[in-house]
């Protein structure tokens, strides 16, 4: 199992910058991904950016430029830096991990923390 908190989410107004951050405990051996997904009102859940254990990254469309994720070197704890912080990123914001467990990919999310950008 892997478990996932996250926290540092909060009100901003819109042009400022927050920094999320994700600590993982359990078997983190055993990770191949981790990253953040947001979840707005009525809107499904997306994904906003995500590392692999190669530490190769990508991001949404909607925040390059403008966020970066990164980890610390025992990859125990996930960051997301938000700059440039516009109304559009308020959501619920998620840490996600997966591995592989008998062929098939397991996701493991933490319970989300608040994003709520003023405009």
């Known amino acids: 199992q892997v478990q996932l908190v996250e926290s540092g989410g909060g009100l901003v107004q819109a042009g400022g910058s927050l920094k999320l951050s994700c600590a993982a405990s359990g078997m983190i051996s055993l990770i191949n991904t981790m990253g953040w997904y947001r979840q707005a009102p009525g809107k499904q859940r997306e994904l906003v950016a995500r590392?692999?254990?190669?530490?190769?990254?990508n991001y949404a469309d909607s925040v390059k430029g403008r966020f970066t994720i990164s980890r610390n070197n025992a990859k125990t704890t996930l960051y997301l830096q938000m700059n440039s912080l516009e109304a559009e990123d308020t959501a619920v914001y998620y840490c996600?991990?997966?591995?592989?467990?008998?062929?098939?990919?397991?996701?493991?999310w933490g319970q989300g923390t608040q994003v709520t950008v003023s405009s």
């Open positions: 996600n991990a997966q591995r592989i467990g008998g062929g098939v990919t397991i996701p493991y």
């Open positions: 590392i692999t254990r190669g530490s190769s990254t």
